[in-house]
């Protein structure tokens, strides 16, 4: 039980994240936007072919093997994340671990399966599966500008933070690994080894010098 909750996290995070894409499609067409606070929180469809945040990777054969890396991942963090429970590390490094895990099959369902059962693989695709578009939908363009004209290199462009559209996986992949990050020394402090009764009667007893030195040093003097 206490490795499955770990797990749970993960679960959580999956049922979460493919709700919120299923809503999406089934009530919103593509590109459509949705203000949910001011400017800087809306909800905009979207679908993304490559990775975490809109970034591609222009490939024949580029989604593929994405997916299968994906798929890889999926296992070795689901393992890695049993090992470290079954070694009893900081409670707080598991959690992040089932929110990275449940992360990464989230967008593993949308590549694996998406691109059959809501047909949204791309036209150029080979075949359907392993080739579906992960739906992206949260977007926070906070706020943003044009460079001036007098800076190098991005002088008059037009600047957006934060441009990139992204789901409830992502999510909680960059949250789990952000607090790994900054938490690190938490959760990996070493820990001092008890010392045993045994051990501290010995630690005591060991500078004393044996009766039999000291006898000899008083004959000798």
């Given at each position: 039980m206490k490795i499955l909750k770990y797990f749970l996290v993960a679960l959580a995070?999956?049922?979460?994240?493919?709700?919120?894409?299923?809503?999406?499609?089934?009530?919103?067409?593509?590109?459509?936007?949705?203000?949910?606070?001011?400017d800087w929180f809306r909800i905009h469809y979207l679908l993304n072919p490559g990775m975490a945040f809109g970034i591609k990777w222009d490939n024949e054969f580029g989604k593929l093997a994405l997916t299968i890396f994906?798929?890889?991942?999926?296992?070795?963090?689901?393992?890695?994340?049993?090992?470290?429970?079954?070694?009893?590390?900081?409670?707080?490094?598991?959690i992040c671990l089932g929110l990275i895990l449940g992360g990464a099959v989230g967008n593993v369902i949308?590549?694996?399966?998406?691109?059959?059962?809501?047909?949204?693989?791309?036209?150029?695709?080979p075949t359907p599966w392993f080739h579906g578009q992960?739906?992206?939908?949260?977007?926070?363009?906070?706020?943003?500008?044009?460079w001036p004209d007098w800076i190098p290199g991005v002088g008059g462009e037009y600047f957006e933070f934060f441009s990139?559209?992204?789901?409830?996986?992502?999510s909680s992949i960059f949250i789990g690994v952000v607090i790994i990050l900054f938490?690190?020394?938490?959760?990996?402090?070493?820990?001092?080894?008890?010392?045993?009764?045994?051990?501290?009667?010995?630690s005591?007893?060991?500078p004393l010098p044996p009766?039999?030195?000291?006898?000899?040093?008083?004959?000798?003097?």
């Open positions: 995070i999956i049922l979460i994240d493919q709700a919120s894409k299923i809503l999406v499609y089934n009530n919103m067409y593509l590109h459509e936007e949705i203000y949910v606070f001011g994906r798929i890889g991942a999926m296992f070795g963090i689901g393992y890695y994340l049993w090992k470290m429970a079954t070694r009893g590390v900081h409670n707080g490094f598991l949308d590549s694996t399966f998406y691109g059959v059962l809501l047909q949204n693989a791309p036209a150029d695709a992960v739906i992206d939908m949260l977007y926070f363009p906070i706020f943003h500008f044009v990139p559209v992204f789901n409830i996986a992502d938490m690190q020394k938490r959760f990996f402090k070493e820990t001092e080894q008890p010392v045993t009764h045994s051990e501290e009667i010995q005591i007893a060991d009766a039999s030195e000291n006898r000899s040093e008083e004959q000798s003097a």
